[in-house]
């Protein structure tokens, strides 16, 4: 073998080594805890129609947060799609979701 050939298989075996600590740092941060909730948005009726969407998704906020306890929340855009869907005077009165936590602490909030 030449020195090109060694210090090639050399490389190769670096990079493979590279690609599985690669994998286990991305393992370290995989889902953790996994859940579906029924999440009850009723109390978004006592608000002025015209502040009734927003409200709803204040109050899956603050219910993830009470469940959950993340260190950031990330709502998925079809979660907030599906509140807006019948517009601001008729989101539902609830809406099924589910939310995963990685092991940094990040909740992240997908439709069920």
Do not use: C
Request: aromatic share 8%; glycine share 2%.
């Amino acid at each position: 073998m030449s020195k090109e050939e060694v210090e090639k298989s050399k490389s190769a075996a670096e990079l493979l080594e590279e690609e599985r600590e690669i994998e286990e740092e991305e393992a370290a941060t995989r889902i953790s805890l996994e859940r579906i909730y029924t999440v009850p948005l009723w109390k978004f009726i006592y608000k002025p129609y015209y502040k009734r969407a927003p409200k709803a998704i204040r109050i899956l906020r603050q219910f993830i947060t009470r469940h959950m306890k993340p260190e950031m929340l990330i709502i998925d855009p079809k979660v907030n799609e599906a509140i807006w869907k019948r517009g601001i005077a008729h989101p539902p009165r609830r809406i099924k979701v589910r939310v995963t936590k990685d092991n940094e602490g990040t909740v992240k909030v997908y439709l069920a």
